[in-house]
């Protein structure tokens, strides 16, 4: 009897010996990406885009999983018209995600960055070139997003800010912070921190409008998807002088191109989409998904099948055509 198989597309963790462990629990084997002599029943995937006719190409796989909370790289549609599940693992490194970005929260309004740069090229006194820097206790934390993570830095956070507020139309009221609007929450923030999945409702939902409503003295930091923000407006914003500063470990486009604007912009730290990583991290997120993933191959229910509702309604259909 033959098991089914797990195929990973691509990583960049080096081997599949965690994956391995964990479909094997399962009674599924994986292989890696080299192996052309089998016929995979499903994939994993970190980097590859997913299309339609990715999946026509391949009519043998029930499941794709993808390595990450965001799916924005599989085209779910398309997915869920072929019966096939996407999975995903949102629940490996909230603490991860929020931790990094209440240290560019801090780092960002702190200036670290620009203090470290002044101080080895000979700057130690002047201190005043990194004016302003607000007195946390006295500014607004604003949050757009406040799932997992959201709410995580809410709690990291907390205790530095005078006053927290959030935008999102599917979040329950959290003690102690006030619910806003969008455009509200952009304008009133002295720091606004993103923490919302890239969709098309959220492309760009910080566009060069809304840079535009920020306070002059405001941080933008973005620790979800790159596309969240415009990041030629963006830049534009910070060589303007129009913001405080900024921070991301996402970019539109990674990785950067050496023109990517955003490299170039004052008062910016990039870092290189490490907010998820941890020594603990990194092989809960490939054994969670490669166990949820083989556990579908054999009728297990994964905790986090982004496209449940459209494979169920999709049945429910084929189910009434008989």
């Not at 462990?21 to 997913?50: C, F, M, N, P, W």
């Not at 796989?61 to 996407?86: K, L, S």
């Not at 709410?151 to 806003?180: C, H, S, W």
């Not at 809960?284 to 579908?296: E, W």
């Amino acid at each position: 009897m033959t098991h089914p198989i797990l195929q990973v597309l691509d990583t960049s963790y080096g081997d599949i010996t965690v994956e391995l462990e964990a479909a094997k629990a399962h009674g599924v084997d994986v292989v890696d990406r080299d192996d052309t002599s089998v016929q995979a029943d499903g994939v994993l995937v970190q980097y590859a885009q997913i299309t339609g006719e990715t999946l026509d190409a391949h009519p043998t796989w029930a499941v794709v999983g993808r390595y990450g909370v965001g799916y924005d790289t599989i085209d779910v549609a398309a997915a869920t018209e072929r019966g096939v599940a996407v999975v995903n693992v949102p629940d490996y490194c909230e603490e991860e995600v929020a931790t990094h970005a209440a240290a560019l929260v801090l780092a960002s309004v702190r200036r670290i960055r620009e203090a470290d740069t002044l101080t080895r090229a000979g700057g130690w006194p002047n201190w005043h070139d990194l004016l302003p820097v607000p007195a946390l206790s006295e500014a607004t934390l604003s949050l757009i997003g406040v799932g997992r993570i959201g709410r995580k830095t809410i709690n990291l956070l907390r205790a530095f800010f005078g006053r927290v507020v959030a935008y999102d139309p599917y979040a329950q009221p959290i003690d102690g912070v006030e619910m806003v609007d969008l455009d509200t929450a952009v304008k009133v923030g002295d720091v606004i921190s993103l923490h919302c999945p890239l969709t098309p409702d959220t492309h760009h939902i910080i566009n060069a409008d809304r840079l535009a409503m920020m306070k002059p003295h405001a941080h933008l930091v973005n620790v979800s998807r790159g596309g969240l923000v415009d990041s030629v407006a963006l830049a534009a914003a910070l060589r303007a002088n129009a913001l405080g500063g900024a921070a991301v470990d996402v970019l539109e486009c990674e990785p950067p191109s050496p023109d990517d604007p955003l490299l170039s912009a004052p008062r910016l730290t990039v870092t290189n989409h490490l907010a998820w990583y941890s020594a603990r991290s990194e092989p809960r997120l490939r054994s969670l998904l490669a166990s949820r993933c083989a556990g579908m191959l054999v009728g297990v229910d994964a905790p986090s099948v982004v496209n449940r509702a459209g494979l169920a309604a999709r049945l429910t259909t084929a189910e009434k055509a008989r």
